[in-house]
């Protein structure tokens, strides 16, 4: 059990990768809609081009914090046996897998809420 406990710990504070997306979605979202409320369409794509390379440098950064995690899980959990070790591995990938995909594609949900803020269009 003591084993199963620090693995439970370890994979749920990796999943704070996702805290990078959110932040960034919340200012994407205003900044659209500010372009919105300004009736410029140039400004919102040239934000979208941005935004998108910017997410993908994020998702290559959580890519790469992670493969470096995976490749030192054994000096990271140096009392669990190495079959556990490759599971934990094969859970760490997984799971970098599927926050490096969903951080680039949180610029829909961005986009999304962007458009749908009344209050700055109105404010403006």
């Known amino acids: 059990i003591n084993q199963l406990n620090k693995w439970l710990d370890f994979l749920s504070r990796s999943n704070y990768f996702n805290f990078i997306g959110l932040g960034f979605q919340i ?42 995690v995976i490749f030192r899980l054994q000096d990271i959990f140096p009392s669990i046996s190495p079959d556990s070790i490759l ?26 809420i962007g458009i749908q803020r009344n209050d700055l269009n109105a404010y403006i």
């Not at 409320?37 to 890519?63: D, E, G």
């Not at 599971?87 to 999304?112: D, M, Q, T």
């Open 27 to 68: 200012s994407l979202s205003r900044f659209i809609a500010v372009g919105a409320a300004n009736r410029t369409p140039n400004q919102k794509k040239k934000l979208l081009r941005q935004a998108i390379a910017q997410l993908a440098f994020l998702s290559l950064l959580v890519l790469a914090g992670y493969v470096v």
């Open 87 to 112: 599971s934990g591995k094969l859970a760490l990938l997984f799971l970098c897998l599927a926050n490096a995909i969903a951080l680039p594609f949180s610029l829909f949900g961005a986009a999304f």
